[in-house]
Protein backbone atom coordinates (compact mmCIF):
# COMPACT_ATOMS: atom_id res chain seq x y z
CA UNK A 1 0.00 0.00 0.00
CA UNK A 2 2.82 2.39 0.71
CA UNK A 3 4.29 1.73 -2.50
CA UNK A 4 1.06 2.38 -4.53
CA UNK A 5 0.81 5.65 -2.51
CA UNK A 6 4.46 6.57 -3.41
CA UNK A 7 3.98 5.94 -6.98
CA UNK A 8 1.14 7.74 -7.00
CA UNK A 9 2.66 10.41 -5.40
CA UNK A 10 5.37 10.68 -8.30
CA UNK A 11 3.34 10.58 -10.79
CA UNK A 12 0.99 13.51 -9.45
CA UNK A 13 4.43 15.51 -9.35
CA UNK A 14 5.27 14.76 -12.30
CA UNK A 15 2.04 15.42 -13.59
CA UNK A 16 1.69 19.10 -12.08
CA UNK A 17 5.56 19.58 -13.30
CA UNK A 18 4.69 18.98 -16.95
CA UNK A 19 1.43 20.82 -16.12
CA UNK A 20 3.34 24.17 -14.65
CA UNK A 21 5.99 24.07 -17.83
CA UNK A 22 3.30 23.95 -20.52
CA UNK A 23 1.44 27.24 -19.10
CA UNK A 24 4.85 28.71 -18.69
CA UNK A 25 5.35 28.08 -22.21
CA UNK A 26 1.84 29.24 -23.02
CA UNK A 27 2.58 32.73 -21.09
CA UNK A 28 5.69 32.94 -22.53
CA UNK A 29 4.17 32.38 -26.24
CA UNK A 30 1.86 35.09 -25.41
CA UNK A 31 4.18 37.50 -25.42
CA UNK A 32 4.54 37.07 -29.33
CA UNK A 33 1.84 37.55 -31.79
CA UNK A 34 0.25 34.47 -32.69
CA UNK A 35 -2.06 33.56 -35.56
CA UNK A 36 -5.66 35.16 -35.04
CA UNK A 37 -4.50 37.93 -33.44
CA UNK A 38 -6.31 41.16 -34.08
CA UNK A 39 -3.46 44.53 -33.35
CA UNK A 40 -4.98 47.92 -32.93
CA UNK A 41 -1.67 50.14 -32.55
CA UNK A 42 -1.72 53.82 -31.81
CA UNK A 43 1.42 55.60 -32.41
CA UNK A 44 3.33 59.03 -32.30
CA UNK A 45 6.06 59.63 -35.62
CA UNK A 46 8.75 62.07 -35.08
CA UNK A 47 12.11 62.86 -36.74
CA UNK A 48 11.26 64.04 -39.87
CA UNK A 49 12.97 63.28 -42.76
CA UNK A 50 15.62 66.36 -43.17
CA UNK A 51 14.60 66.53 -47.02
CA UNK A 52 12.40 70.39 -46.88
CA UNK A 53 8.74 69.90 -47.39
CA UNK A 54 8.38 73.53 -48.89
CA UNK A 55 10.22 75.36 -51.15
CA UNK A 56 9.28 77.67 -53.62
CA UNK A 57 6.26 78.57 -52.26
CA UNK A 58 5.95 81.75 -53.95
CA UNK A 59 7.14 84.10 -56.89
CA UNK A 60 10.17 85.73 -55.54
CA UNK A 61 11.74 83.83 -53.18
CA UNK A 62 11.98 80.03 -51.56
CA UNK A 63 10.09 79.12 -48.06
CA UNK A 64 10.77 76.81 -45.32
CA UNK A 65 8.54 74.09 -44.54
CA UNK A 66 8.32 72.49 -40.83
CA UNK A 67 6.35 68.95 -40.45
CA UNK A 68 4.88 68.52 -36.95
CA UNK A 69 4.89 64.70 -35.26
CA UNK A 70 2.46 62.45 -37.15
CA UNK A 71 -0.65 60.29 -35.30
CA UNK A 72 -1.34 56.88 -36.53
CA UNK A 73 -3.71 54.51 -35.93
CA UNK A 74 -3.29 51.47 -37.43
CA UNK A 75 -4.38 47.54 -37.44
CA UNK A 76 -2.95 44.41 -38.11
CA UNK A 77 -4.65 40.87 -38.48
CA UNK A 78 -1.94 38.03 -38.40
CA UNK A 79 -2.73 35.10 -41.18
CA UNK A 80 0.67 33.40 -39.56
CA UNK A 81 2.59 33.30 -36.27
CA UNK A 82 4.62 35.22 -38.58
CA UNK A 83 2.46 37.61 -41.08
CA UNK A 84 0.01 40.19 -40.14
CA UNK A 85 -1.45 42.52 -42.61
CA UNK A 86 -3.27 45.47 -41.87
CA UNK A 87 -3.81 49.44 -42.61
CA UNK A 88 -2.88 52.83 -41.39
CA UNK A 89 -4.82 56.24 -40.80
CA UNK A 90 -2.33 59.24 -40.14
CA UNK A 91 -2.53 62.95 -39.63
CA UNK A 92 0.79 65.84 -39.63
CA UNK A 93 0.48 69.40 -40.45
CA UNK A 94 3.00 71.02 -42.50
CA UNK A 95 3.94 74.95 -41.53
CA UNK A 96 5.38 77.13 -43.91
CA UNK A 97 6.55 80.84 -44.35
CA UNK A 98 8.31 83.25 -46.73
CA UNK A 99 8.61 86.68 -46.68
CA UNK A 100 8.05 88.63 -49.36
CA UNK A 101 9.96 91.48 -51.10
CA UNK A 102 8.52 95.05 -52.72
CA UNK A 103 9.32 93.08 -55.90
CA UNK A 104 6.61 90.59 -54.88
CA UNK A 105 3.75 92.80 -54.73
CA UNK A 106 2.36 94.37 -57.86
CA UNK A 107 0.31 97.25 -56.15
CA UNK A 108 3.46 99.11 -55.22
CA UNK A 109 5.17 98.18 -58.68
CA UNK A 110 2.10 100.08 -59.68
CA UNK A 111 2.77 103.39 -57.81
CA UNK A 112 6.96 104.74 -58.68
CA UNK A 113 6.40 106.85 -55.22
CA UNK A 114 5.75 104.26 -52.77
CA UNK A 115 8.04 101.65 -54.29
CA UNK A 116 11.21 104.90 -53.67
CA UNK A 117 9.15 105.97 -50.47
CA UNK A 118 9.72 102.05 -49.22
CA UNK A 119 12.99 101.55 -50.76
CA UNK A 120 14.59 105.74 -48.16
CA UNK A 121 16.45 103.79 -45.19
CA UNK A 122 13.92 106.53 -43.30
CA UNK A 123 10.00 106.92 -43.68
CA UNK A 124 8.63 110.30 -45.07
CA UNK A 125 5.31 110.13 -45.14
CA UNK A 126 2.64 107.36 -43.52
CA UNK A 127 0.69 107.00 -47.36
CA UNK A 128 2.37 103.62 -48.15
CA UNK A 129 2.33 100.29 -46.39
CA UNK A 130 5.72 99.34 -46.10
CA UNK A 131 5.76 96.25 -44.10
CA UNK A 132 7.41 93.06 -45.45
CA UNK A 133 4.09 90.90 -45.75
CA UNK A 134 4.84 87.65 -44.20
CA UNK A 135 2.79 84.32 -46.02
CA UNK A 136 2.45 81.55 -44.38
CA UNK A 137 0.61 78.38 -45.44
CA UNK A 138 -0.50 75.33 -43.51
CA UNK A 139 -1.07 71.72 -44.78
CA UNK A 140 -3.46 69.21 -43.21
CA UNK A 141 -2.16 65.72 -44.25
CA UNK A 142 -3.99 62.65 -44.20
CA UNK A 143 -2.94 59.53 -45.16
CA UNK A 144 -4.45 56.12 -45.82
CA UNK A 145 -2.02 53.25 -46.35
CA UNK A 146 -1.16 49.42 -46.27
CA UNK A 147 0.77 47.53 -43.75
CA UNK A 148 2.75 44.25 -44.16
CA UNK A 149 4.60 43.26 -40.88
CA UNK A 150 6.64 39.91 -40.56
CA UNK A 151 7.46 38.43 -36.76
CA UNK A 152 10.41 37.07 -35.34
CA UNK A 153 11.54 35.59 -32.01
CA UNK A 154 14.74 35.74 -31.26
CA UNK A 155 16.18 33.73 -28.66
CA UNK A 156 18.55 36.08 -26.94
CA UNK A 157 15.72 38.65 -25.80
CA UNK A 158 12.58 36.33 -25.81
CA UNK A 159 9.71 38.06 -24.27
CA UNK A 160 9.80 40.89 -26.92
CA UNK A 161 8.05 40.54 -30.27
CA UNK A 162 10.39 42.25 -32.95
CA UNK A 163 9.10 42.81 -36.15
CA UNK A 164 9.82 44.39 -39.83
CA UNK A 165 7.04 46.48 -41.34
CA UNK A 166 6.76 47.64 -44.95
CA UNK A 167 4.19 50.76 -45.48
CA UNK A 168 2.69 52.13 -49.02
CA UNK A 169 -0.27 54.73 -49.15
CA UNK A 170 -1.22 58.11 -50.27
CA UNK A 171 -1.33 61.31 -48.34
CA UNK A 172 -4.41 63.85 -49.18
CA UNK A 173 -3.56 67.27 -48.45
CA UNK A 174 -5.50 70.05 -47.60
CA UNK A 175 -4.33 73.77 -47.89
CA UNK A 176 -4.69 77.34 -46.25
CA UNK A 177 -3.24 80.48 -46.66
CA UNK A 178 -2.62 83.18 -44.30
CA UNK A 179 -1.54 86.76 -45.05
CA UNK A 180 0.11 88.89 -42.28
CA UNK A 181 1.03 92.74 -42.77
CA UNK A 182 -0.07 93.01 -46.76
CA UNK A 183 -2.55 95.26 -46.56
CA UNK A 184 -4.77 96.34 -48.76
CA UNK A 185 -3.03 93.73 -51.17
CA UNK A 186 -5.58 90.68 -52.79
CA UNK A 187 -4.06 87.52 -52.22
CA UNK A 188 -4.92 86.71 -55.66
CA UNK A 189 -2.43 88.67 -57.29
CA UNK A 190 0.37 86.94 -55.86
CA UNK A 191 1.36 84.06 -57.56
CA UNK A 192 1.97 81.07 -55.36
CA UNK A 193 3.48 77.74 -56.00
CA UNK A 194 1.99 74.31 -54.16
CA UNK A 195 3.86 72.98 -51.34
CA UNK A 196 6.09 70.14 -51.57
CA UNK A 197 4.28 67.53 -49.32
CA UNK A 198 4.64 63.63 -50.37
CA UNK A 199 1.58 62.66 -51.75
CA UNK A 200 3.11 58.84 -52.38
CA UNK A 201 3.85 57.87 -48.70
CA UNK A 202 6.33 54.65 -47.62
CA UNK A 203 8.08 53.91 -44.66
CA UNK A 204 10.24 50.50 -43.99
CA UNK A 205 11.21 49.78 -40.23
CA UNK A 206 12.43 47.64 -38.02
CA UNK A 207 10.74 47.78 -34.16
CA UNK A 208 10.21 45.97 -31.13
CA UNK A 209 6.62 45.20 -28.94
CA UNK A 210 6.89 44.21 -25.74
CA UNK A 211 3.50 43.01 -24.07
CA UNK A 212 3.06 44.21 -20.38
CA UNK A 213 0.21 41.91 -20.03
CA UNK A 214 -1.67 39.63 -22.22
CA UNK A 215 -3.75 42.34 -23.99
CA UNK A 216 -1.65 45.72 -23.65
CA UNK A 217 1.73 46.25 -25.32
CA UNK A 218 4.52 49.28 -25.77
CA UNK A 219 6.20 49.16 -29.26
CA UNK A 220 9.33 51.20 -30.79
CA UNK A 221 10.74 50.90 -34.08
CA UNK A 222 12.22 52.91 -36.91
CA UNK A 223 13.67 53.07 -40.15
CA UNK A 224 13.39 54.79 -44.02
CA UNK A 225 10.70 56.73 -44.93
CA UNK A 226 9.58 60.15 -47.05
CA UNK A 227 7.92 61.27 -44.58
CA UNK A 228 9.07 60.50 -40.33
CA UNK A 229 11.63 58.36 -39.65
CA UNK A 230 10.80 57.26 -35.64
CA UNK A 231 7.77 55.83 -34.36
CA UNK A 232 6.52 54.79 -30.72
CA UNK A 233 3.35 53.76 -29.25
CA UNK A 234 0.86 51.88 -27.56
CA UNK A 235 -0.83 48.07 -28.81
CA UNK A 236 -4.03 46.74 -27.73
CA UNK A 237 -4.65 42.84 -28.60
CA UNK A 238 -8.09 41.42 -29.14
Known amino acids: MQRILTLLLFFTTIFTTVLSGQEAIEKAHRQHVEKG ?28 GDPSP ?29 NLSLGDIPELLDDPECVAQCLLPFSVG ?17 TLAGKLVYHRRLAIIPKVDFYTSIIAGYSFNRRKTIVEQLGDIALDELTTKEVNVPTFVYYISVGGRYFINENWAIFGEGGFSNVHLVQAGVTYRF
Open 126 to 142: ASCDCDAPIIKERVNVY
Open 37 to 64: DHLLNLGVSFLPNPTDFALDLFTGGTGS
Open 70 to 98: GINLHYEYSITNNISLGGLFGYYRVNAQQ
